[in-house]
Nanobody, 125 residues
């Protein structure tokens, strides 16, 4: 089993920045076997949507069009932690951000083996 814990959310003004962290823990073999780490977000009344993903070993990255050029996903293999650096934040980025590991179908669909509890990001105008 793998546990994912997000941190770093908060309230920021439009144009500001935040960095989210997602730490993976659990049985060493389970954590080491993780393949893809992904950030999703869910605004009130909306479906959970893909934000960004990174492959654990190769470091390949994938982004939603809405965040390209503003958000950067990265990982620290030694710490089993994934980061989401969010710059030039907009009010429409307001949502609960979730970390997820290992997609069941594809990286863009919100069906994953493991989920964190979520962290709130609020961007004021």
């Amino acid at each position: 089993q793998v546990q994912l814990v997000e941190s770093g959310g908060g309230l920021v003004q439009a144009g500001g920045s935040l960095r989210l962290s997602c730490a993976a823990s659990g049985r060493t073999f389970s954590v080491y076997s993780l393949n893809i780490m992904t950030w999703f977000r869910q605004a009130p009344g909306k479906e959970r949507e893909f934000v960004a993903a990174v492959s654990w070993r190769a470091g390949n990255t994938y982004y939603a069009d809405s965040v390209k050029g503003r958000f950067t996903i990265s990982r620290d293999n030694a710490k089993y932690t994934v980061y989401l650096q969010m710059n030039s934040l907009k009010p429409e980025d307001t949502a609960v951000y979730y970390c997820a590991a290992d997609p069941i179908h594809n990286i863009y669909t919100a069906k994953y083996d493991y989920w964190g509890q979520g962290t709130q990001v609020t961007v004021s105008s």
